[in-house]
């Protein structure tokens, strides 16, 4: 497990002191895909890199299963690295190098016999589905395929870990979901935790089991991808997740609900439900689903008429129902 503790880092500067991360709490648990997400400056990037010690945290911990390697010595920090990969949105593979080449660079900074190493990279090519293009310089090869051989690498010693900055921004995507879904297999056959680290919803939607939300360099709310995405409490966790919902519960009044859809009530016919079953005809102001995990997730404003006596009758139908709803605005 990964155990940020008071986590903060401040970068100098003539003009005065910035605050990239302050004070950030989290738990990453083996065998998640956690996904930490926020708006560009959030501190998504800078968090990520004090993971390995790319960057160095002004105060705070981070503990790697159980060991701060915050406090650890320079030998025991590159025995520590080698248990956590890393892949980047430029890709930052080697022109001078052969995919082949690239893979099995890792294994040759810690002594590996060249042999194994090649057999290694060989091994890991065709994981990623790139056993053909060894030989080929990474200017022979699509972004999507740069990125592969980049994942490759970055298992190369065999980490528990692997740290995605924004490893699909730069793809468009066709790409983006092909090499999402090589994350996933990765983290469910070889038992990889992985960190990654987007803007983007719908890679979190896409693979991700827990997510943080990152808002002005601190933690708005973290949880299961489930939980938040069902009950976000933060303005700006409903600002990335469900934007269109701000904006219809504008002018909201007390006849508005908020319907959240779960995974079991999300094939609820509610609607029609309301008509038929109650009389009480229900205007949809907004609709958002996305399937995460083989669930129905997502959230429905509806707008009923204003007599208290259909609104009440609404309410126990959706009781009745289990279909959560919100009268907060």
């Known amino acids: 497990m990964i155990e940020l503790k008071h986590l903060t880092k401040i970068y100098p500067s003539k003009a005065g002191e910035t605050v990239a991360i302050e004070d950030i709490d989290l738990e990453i648990p083996d065998g998640s895909i956690y996904g930490i997400i926020g708006l560009s400056g959030a501190g998504k990037s800078t968090l990520v890199r004090c993971l390995n010690l790319l ?15 915050t406090a650890v010595s320079k030998k025991r920090l590159g025995e ?3 248990s956590i990969g890393m892949i980047f949105q430029n890709f930052n593979l080697l022109e001078q190098r052969t995919a082949e080449a690239n893979v099995r660079f890792p294994l040759e900074l810690i002594g590996t016999p060249r042999k194994a190493a090649k057999a290694r990279a060989e091994e890991l090519l065709s994981l990623v589905g790139l056993a053909e293009k060894a030989d080929s310089y990474p200017s022979q090869l699509s972004g999507g395929q740069k990125q592969r051989v980049a994942i490759a690498r970055a298992l ?15 793809l468009d995507p ?3 979901e092909s090499i999402l879904q090589l994350l996933k297999k990765i983290n469910q ?4 935790t992985i960190v990654v680290i ?5 890679v979190v939607e896409s693979i991700c089991t827990h997510v943080a939300v990152l808002d002005q360099s601190h933690v708005a709310e973290a949880g299961t991808v489930e939980d938040v995405f069902s009950f976000p409490q933060s303005e700006i966790a409903k600002q990335l997740i469900i934007p269109g919902l701000i904006r219809s519960l504008a002018g909201s009044g007390a006849n508005k609900l908020r319907l959240v859809f779960h995974g079991e009530t999300s094939d609820t016919p509610v609607i029609s439900g309301l008509a038929t079953e109650c009389g009480v005809p229900a205007n949809i102001l907004f609709a958002d689903t996305r399937r995460i995990d ?3 997730f997502g959230h429905m404003v509806i707008e009923l008429p204003q007599d208290e006596g259909q609104i009440e009758a609404a309410k126990r139908y959706l009781t009745e129902k289990n279909v959560v709803f919100k009268e907060e605005i």
């Open 55 to 69: 960057e160095k945290p002004t105060r705070g911990q981070v503990l790697l299963d159980g060991e701060d390697i």
């Open 80 to 82: 520590l690295r080698r």
């Open 156 to 170: 190369a010693t065999s980490p528990k870990y692997l740290l995605c900055d924004e490893a699909t921004s730069a």
């Open 174 to 176: 066709s790409t983006t």
């Open 189 to 192: 056959d070889l038992g990889v």
């Open 198 to 202: 987007t803007h983007e919803m719908r």
């Open 294 to 296: 083989g669930k129905t």
